[in-house]
Structures are given as structure tokens and as C-alpha cells.
């Protein structure tokens, strides 16, 4: 009889994981999953980092799996548990993230009837989980349901794949472990699709690539500068990347703006538009009378790669079809921002933070309006990764980073959010401080939904009246993140000055542990700008496209 | 041509709502609510309260519900919104509340483009919703499915229907408002069934009536003692019950206890149970080796009726049959515990609570371990509205408070939340500040996962080690949620002594507006306490039936 056989599936469970590689669980359990915690203990291998709120957990195994390219585990209570979670597993999924979601259900036995805590777990986890999503039936097949959702999590695309583990197959007694999956097949690009895309960049026709997903990692940025450099392409990143490396050293690409608006005024002109891991840019929302597809008219849209393929090994394929292996690519040379003075605004503390910004650094930004000028001031900083909203659902900074800083525990973390984004879970920065994580959490306090006042105007509903302009007044009361961290255990400052937010980002990358820099700055869209960015963005399409194109760096660089 | 013929879709649903009484609504919007954002300066009628998080929003229309009455609205944002709200969603279904949930999502010609935000909304929804969710796809007709909605949601039982309201069916011209749907049909009892159970009562067998739903209201209560009085059934309330009526000159009842085991020792020895708009007693997880359904054996269930009939008229209709409409019912006589002092505890604060109970307060109780004296302690107090935890998702008592403090401005509310609840929806506090809600929250502190420390054991997983006994300790950092409710804006002490607990709750009573009150309590179930209660909850059931029932009323009065 092999030491396995007494195991109950929850130990077998944790065993199959971890020989998986997958070492970390984000959790937030209840009573459904008792025997998944007690087993923690049976598998040294398995870090638990406990969240007070799901939301926390999904968006930290988001930003681990980011970082350390593998995906980590989720433990969430019931349907209602992944509720909670929703939001920052969607943010996962947009983002192509691998993500092994386990769900604890009620025993099998007990599901009949309907107590308090039942519902449809499945109808929920569908949204977040469409490639995969299974209840497990029995003990003895529970860690093969378990290495089938990780092959689904780790596929190409990566996903988020939820395995629902009812208590009597979790506790159920013989539990049998499952080898690993083997490693996702990489798909090269088809030879004649190559061949037709190196036609029309050969062609001087005006073209760009669109690099997402894996392409924006060193390599794929790399191949792409070549065959810029070769045959004088434009290259673009996706609106959202799930992770951008960048910085001094690293080919610089700009991404795809926010605003639709802009984001013509960059595509304007594109005869060819060549996808690389990446969709044709899309509208992020509807608007009255505007098309919701970006590409320009008359532009042609390619696909190199899908998602399903092989990012690196397709642009490869395309550089030697080219013959553009030779090509030096244009690098972002090195290159910072002075130190900011005076009253504090948020483009001084993008500019602080391109001042400061350590080696090897992993940026999270999540400040919407806020960061607009973070780009900019953080172009020529030391190389560092950039990890962005890329399922638009708010909350997912202060989460990620707790993931990104146990993935790569010697690298810092600045995580730069809004206010109303830091309050949807703002229950991170407790795991921040038990796991004493090394994350500078910079909160833009402006006191508004900032973004909201534009999106009232682009939408044409600008006759909103005093309610709707309340919706997204934050000014009464004014929340004070200092003492919501320090009320959390994280060392924590409030700040209004350059000088002394400087100080403050010094003192906080200095001394491992998590910090809390609130910064109060004026709402970056308030007064003149505010008025005015309504009337640039309509007027953007008429305009002269060198015009436009100036209008458009001012406006958001 | 009509004054109603200009209307957006959205102008015209608000008319809509606010005709058939639907006054406030609960709003966490984005970019593809802003037209229905817009419309609320068109509808006077129609109060707009912003949240932070979509849970809070959520618990607020159900607390509101269970206090007023009648729906209010949420507003919520796409897929990922609905998520962030669905754990107090599930609270209000449990609870049979009725709710207008209003999803906004992309205008209908986005949805093809895949968006970031894009997600299937109606997978999601149909958790909550499984009895009304739709798409509104017109303009024409949104109104009618609002009062589809509607309809759905004031039904017997109360339900939480979901509207998805696309940004294009909310901004396109030609809304049309449609009337408020009728009341529901109240369905009586079949007077056959009335009758059978007027022969069980009256056989002199061991019976007793589980009270649910809306009989737990005081006409519900008096029939039911007056049964009582008159052939001697027993009555018991369902454990968590939606909305229960208690304190002096009411019938007192017995509530089943959220313990399978001691639910076993209430129960025992029962030959008939009548159901009133109630479920056979389930246990609320499932354990190894033990039953899910707490009906003892050999006991007949009978069902007087369903949640899908009027509660109080089968009961009248019961009396009549009785002939017990003289009977005098046994009504709570007026008491109030003393004042506690000394070194804070549990206990003392729910006796403090009780020594100091308002007229005619409405008390929120989601302290799962801390709050167990506290019905005993508010027994005789001035009549009072109990709220309980329907469906299991904790992070529901702060939202509650502000639903049921904005549904009756004129009384206190008192919410009791352990820490762990709390920090689910800690948010709420903000929302009770900018809206200046007269609610004292009272937060029991003990640093743990209390009642998950008691599961390990329950579920026989007591071989947990440290890294299992880690999930459910809040020790480090210790939260400091007098310093979170001050960086919301509400006023807030932390108390470790009795007297300073009664002088901070005296204070918060007399001075409109919120307050939180952080009770350091040592954690109730901990020593010799915790070790005890797995041995008695095993013995319960092989005791003899006056002891168990003593013990019983001593670890859980």
C-alpha cells in the first residue's frame, strides 16, 4: 500500500498542486473548505496568504501569475466567494492570465437542501471561466479534475479556470495524487501568413504591428524594433497590457490611448494594421454616433499571431522572413525626471516616481486619470515591468501587488491607484502588512471619480444636474488613506507638497515593508481642462493630423 | 404630441420607478450608467445614494427592503459590478427581499466588439436571480420590463429580479413609462390543509410552528402564541430570520439555533412541525457522518403555507379553525439587563446594547460568535426589528444599516459586526457618513476568524496545524477600526472596558449621525470555552433531554 493511499482528497489535492509547481494560495475560506486548509499543513511546499475580502485573493493570484508566469491558487467560499472575487478574475481573463480558481462547495449530500449558503456556483464562475469550469464529483478523479483545470489555466491563452470542490469529495478518504501537465504546445505561425504580412511591410505601405500579451515581454518588444527598424513600421502596444516590460535599454512603444478619440488620432492614416497577440483595438465604451472598432477606415487588419500561438516565436519567424535579424532596434536611452517641487499635483507625483523609480521595479498603475503622465516620466527609468487595468474593473492595484511582490519578493512594487479604485479593495493593504510585503501603495486622492465627469460629457448626457454630479463627488466626507492603512498596520503618510512626497517615496523604498503615500492633488481634469478636453476630443478628428497629433501628447502623453 | 414623448430611455424608466413607488436608489455607477446617472435630475421623486463598493450598494437595497417594505434600485456597472454585489444579493434572495437590480451594460452594438468591461451579465445574474433576469433591448419597451421586474421582485415571496439595461436602450430617444404593476395576489390556505393541521394541534401530540418570513411580523406573532396558549404547540422562528418583530408586549420565540447540534436538542422529541412561510430546519454546512435535515426522526412536517402565500391570513385562517382567536397570548414582559462593568467583553456588550436599547430601534445583528447573548439580552427591551444574516454572506451588516436607516429616518439603527464581517463591506462607513445616517455601529474586535476556529474542529479536521490555524487568526496586524471609520469621516471610539463602552454607546444614541463603537473583546470561544464545545456538541444528542436542553441554553441562550 503506497504513503498515498491514506491521504483524503484535499491532502492529495495540495500534493497534485505543488508538484505542479503551483506554490501559492490566496485565500479567504469558510467552513466548506476546512479539510483544503487543514491540508495545508501536509504540503510544505504550499504558501496560504490569507485575504479579509475575496476580491483581494483573485487580484493577487492575477498579479502573481504576471510575475511568475505560472499561475497561483485561489480558496473561495461558495458562490458568494467567487462573487466577491469576480471582479479582479475578469480583470485575469481579460488579461489572459492563468488563474486556478478553486471554489469550495457544500458536501454533495447536503447541496439538496438549499441551506443557507447554496446557490448556482457554476452559472457565477461561467462569466470569469468559460474555458473551464467543473464541480468535482468524486475523491478518487478530484486531482485529475484538478491537473485539467491547471492544463486549461496554463494553456495558450492562459485562462482562469474554476475546479468546484464540494466538502465530502474535499474530505472524502482516498484521495489519489496526479502527475503535472505537460507544458502548453507552442504554435508557430502559419508559413504563408508570414510570408503575405513580410509582403506588406515590404511593401511601403503604411503599416503598423499591435503587440499584445506575451509580445510586449524583451523579446517580442526586441523583434518588433527590428523590423520597425527595418522596413520603418510603427509599433504599438495594446491599450491595456497585461505585462509591459520597459524602460532604459528596452525598444519604447506607445500604447494605444484610452480615449477612442485619441487612439484616431494615432491609427490615423494605417494602410495596414498587423496583430501580434493582441485584438484590433476596440472603443473601451460606447458612445452616441461613434463607431465602436478604432481601426481606421480603409486599413487592413492582419493577424500574425492569435492568442492561442506562440507571440515570440511568430515575430521570429517574421524577422527572418524579413531578413531583419541584423537590425538594430531603436532603444529608450536612460534617462529621468528632476526631483518635483512645490504644491503637489498628480503629474509631480509621476514625475517623483520616474525621479526615484529603483532598479528592477515592478509598476502597477491603476490610477486612471491620475497617472497620465506616468508613462512619460518613467519612459527612461531604470528597466522595470508594467502591469496595467486589463479587464477595466476597478480595484485590481492594491491586490496585484500583494501578488507581484510574493512572486518576485526581491523586487520592489509601486502601485499607483486612484481613490475611488483603492476603495473597492482596500482591504489589501491588511495582507500587505501581514505578509510584510515591499509595496509602496500610492494613492491619488482628488476626492472625485474623476473619469466619471469626463465620460458624463463624452456620452452626451452633459445635462446632468446636481444629483448626477454628486455621483462622483468623493469630498463629503474626504477620505484619509493614511489612517485607512495605519488602521490596517501599513506605515503610512499623508502628503500635499512635492518636497515632502519625495521624502516620503525615499524613506518608503528604503525600508522593506509596505507604505501608504496618500497624495492629495487638485482633480487632474478639474477647471479649464475639464471644459476644454470635451471640445479637443470632438474637434481631434477634423483637425490637421500633425494638429491632432501634438493636441493629442499634450493631452494624454 | 405628450410631454413624456422627448424622454430618453432612461428619463423614462426613472418616471417609471418612482411611479410605482420605488424611491431610492443604491448606485455605484460607471461610464454605461451615465445616461440613467443623467436622468436622476429629471425624477425628484427619486433619491440617489452612492456607494463605494458594489456590496455595500447591494446590502443597502436589501436592508432598505426589509424595513420599508417595498423594493429600492441598485445601480450597478456591467458584469463585474453585479459580481462586487452578489454576496448581499444572495442575502436578500435568501431572505425572500424583494430587489430591482439594474445592470447597466454596453450599448447593444458594442457587445460583438469584445471589449475590456464585456462579460456575460446573465450568467452571473441568474445566481441571484434565478426567478427575473432580462436584457432590455428597446428603448420602446424598457419600461414595460421594468415593470416586468418589478413585478417579479414585490411578488410572494419578495425576489431580486435583475434588469440589464444596455448604455443604448438607456440614451435612445422614445422611452415611453409604463404603469406600476399591481400588488401581488395574496393566496390564503386550502382550507383542507387548514383543517388537517387543526387536527394535529388539537390531538395533543408534541408539535410546534416554525415561524418564517413575514410571519415573524407582529400579526404572524400573536396568531401563532394565541395557538400556542390554546392547545400548547410549541413556536420557533427559523434561525435567521429576515426581519423578526420582538421585545416587550410582543410574543417572545425561539429562534433555531445556528448549531446542527443544538438545533437537535430544540427540535428533539417533536412529532409534528407546521411550517409557516418557512423551510424544514436544514443544518447550515454539511459534516461528515451527519444529517443535513434537522427534523427529527419520526417527526411529520406539515407546510400551513409556502413563501408563496400570505403568511398572516393562513395563520388567521388557523386560529379561526382552532377557535383560538380569545386566546390570551404569552407576551414578553418588560426587562432590561444592568449596566456591565469591568474588563469588556462579549457578552457585556450585548448586555450593555440591552441596557441601553431605544424605542423602537431597529438592531442588525451579523456578530456570528460575539453576538450570542445578544438575544437574550434584548429580550424585554422596547419593541425592536431584529435583521439577521439570510443567506450567509457576511458583509452584510453595514450595508443593511444604511438601507434600514434611510427606509426610517426617525429610528436608531444598531448594527453589531464581527471583525472579520465587517471588513467584506467596510466601505459602508463612508456611505453612513456622507449621508449622515443616524447608525451606531458596533464592532466586536477579537482578532480571529472566531466561528472558523470552532468549524475546523466541527467538520473533524482538528489535525489543522499552524498554517490551518493561521487562516482564521486576525493577530497580525490587529485591525484598528476606530481609525477606519475616522478615515471614513464617521465618529469613532475603541473601548476595552465596560463602562467606556456604555458611555461611547450613550453618547452615539443621543447624537444624530454615525458613530462606531470598536469593542475589544477577548475571543469568545477561546480556553477552556473552545476546547469544551466540540465535546458537548458531540454528547448533545446521547444526554438526556433535560440536561441537554440546560447545556444548550448555557452555551447558546
Not at 498515498?4 to 492529495?12: D, M, V, Y
Not at 509599433?235 to 485619441?262: C, D, H, I, K, S
Not at 507625483?349 to 508613462?375: F, R, Y
Request: net charge neutral; aromatic share 4%.
Amino acid at each position: 500500500m503506497s504513503s498515498t493511499a491514506r491521504l483524503n482528497g484535499a491532502q492529495a489535492l495540495m500534493q497534485t498542486l505543488a508538484d505542479a509547481g503551483v506554490e501559492v494560495c490566496f485565500t479567504n475560506p469558510g467552513t466548506s473548505e476546512m479539510h483544503f486548509v487543514a491540508a495545508l499543513d501536509s504540503e510544505p511546499r504550499m504558501r496560504a496568504v490569507l485575504a479579509l475580502f475575496e476580491g483581494v485573493a483573485t487580484g493577487a493570484a492575477d498579479g502573481y501569475a504576471r510575475i511568475a508566469d505560472k499561475p497561483a491558487a485561489t480558496l473561495l467560499h461558495l458562490g458568494c466567494g467567487l462573487g466577491n472575487g469576480l471582479a479582479n478574475l475578469h480583470n485575469a481573463r481579460k488579461g489572459k492570465v492563468p488563474v486556478l480558481n478553486i471554489v469550495g462547495d457544500h458536501a454533495t449530500t447536503h447541496a439538496p437542501f438549499d441551506a443557507q449558503l447554496q446557490s448556482d456556483i457554476e452559472t457565477v464562475a461561467r462569466n470569469v471561466s468559460p474555458g473551464f469550469v467543473r464541480t468535482s464529483r468524486a475523491t478518487a478523479s478530484l486531482c485529475r479534475d484538478a491537473v485539467d483545470a491547471l492544463t486549461a489555466a496554463r494553456g495558450l491563452p492562459g485562462q482562469v479556470a474554476t475546479l468546484i470542490l464540494p466538502a465530502d469529495v474535499s474530505w472524502g478518504a482516498g484521495g489519489v495524487p496526479a502527475a503535472p501537465p505537460p507544458p502548453p504546445a507552442a504554435v508557430a505561425a502559419d508559413a504563408a501568413t508570414v510570408s503575405a504580412i513580410a509582403d506588406v511591410l515590404r511593401s511601403g505601405a503604411k503599416a503598423a504591428l499591435l503587440l499584445g500579451g506575451r509580445a510586449l515581454r524583451e523579446p517580442g518588444l526586441l523583434a518588433a524594433a527590428r523590423i520597425a527598424a527595418h522596413c520603418g513600421a510603427q509599433v504599438f502596444a495594446e491599450v491595456f497590457p497585461t505585462r509591459l516590460e520597459r524602460g532604459a535599454g528596452l525598444p519604447a512603444v506607445e500604447r494605444v490611448a484610452y480615449l477612442a478619440e485619441m487612439a484616431g488620432v494615432q491609427l490615423a492614416g494605417l494602410q495596414h494594421l498587423i496583430l501580434v497577440d493582441a485584438k484590433a483595438p476596440v472603443s473601451f465604451f460606447a458612445y452616441p454616433g461613434k463607431p465602436s472598432l478604432l481601426v481606421p477606415e480603409g486599413c487592413t487588419v492582419h493577424t500574425l499571431c492569435t492568442p492561442a500561438q506562440d507571440a515570440h516565436a511568430c515575430l521570429a519567424q517574421l524577422v527572418q522572413a524579413l531578413g531583419a535579424a541584423q537590425a538594430r532596434p531603436t532603444l529608450q536611452a536612460p534617462t529621468r525626471p528632476t526631483r518635483p517641487r512645490g504644491a503637489l499635483t498628480a503629474p509631480k507625483v509621476c514625475k517623483a516616481v520616474g525621479h526615484l523609480l529603483p532598479e528592477q521595479a515592478i509598476v502597477i498603475d491603476e490610477a486612471i486619470t491620475s497617472g497620465l503622465m506616468l508613462g512619460v516620466m518613467t519612459a527612461g527609468c531604470p528597466r522595470h515591468d508594467l502591469i496595467t487595468l486589463t479587464g477595466g474593473a476597478i480595484g485590481q492595484g492594491l491586490p496585484n501587488a500583494i501578488g507581484a511582490a510574493i512572486a518576485a519578493p526581491q523586487r520592489p512594487v509601486i502601485a499607483l491607484v486612484g481613490d475611488g479604485s483603492a476603495m473597492y479593495t482596500i482591504q489589501a493593504l491588511w495582507t500587505l502588512a501581514r505578509e510584510h510585503l515591499h509595496v509602496v501603495a500610492i494613492v491619488f486622492n482628488n476626492a472625485a471619480y474623476s473619469v466619471l465627469n469626463v465620460e458624463l460629457e463624452r456620452v452626451g448626457a452633459a445635462q446632468g444636474g446636481a444629483k448626477a454630479k454628486a455621483q462622483f463627488d468623493l469630498q463629503a466626507p474626504v477620505l484619509h488613506f493614511a489612517q485607512l492603512a495605519q488602521g490596517m498596520g501599513v506605515h503610512a503618510v499623508r502628503t500635499d507638497r512635492a518636497e515632502d512626497f519625495c521624502q516620503a517615496l525615499d524613506y518608503a523604498l528604503a525600508h522593506p515593508g509596505p507604505h501608504l503615500i496618500e497624495a492629495l492633488v487638485p482633480e487632474s481634469l478639474s477647471g479649464a481642462r475639464r471644459k476644454l478636453l470635451p471640445w479637443l476630443l470632438r474637434s481631434l478628428p477634423s483637425l490637421p493630423q500633425p494638429v491632432a497629433r501634438a493636441l493629442k501628447r499634450a493631452m494624454a502623453p
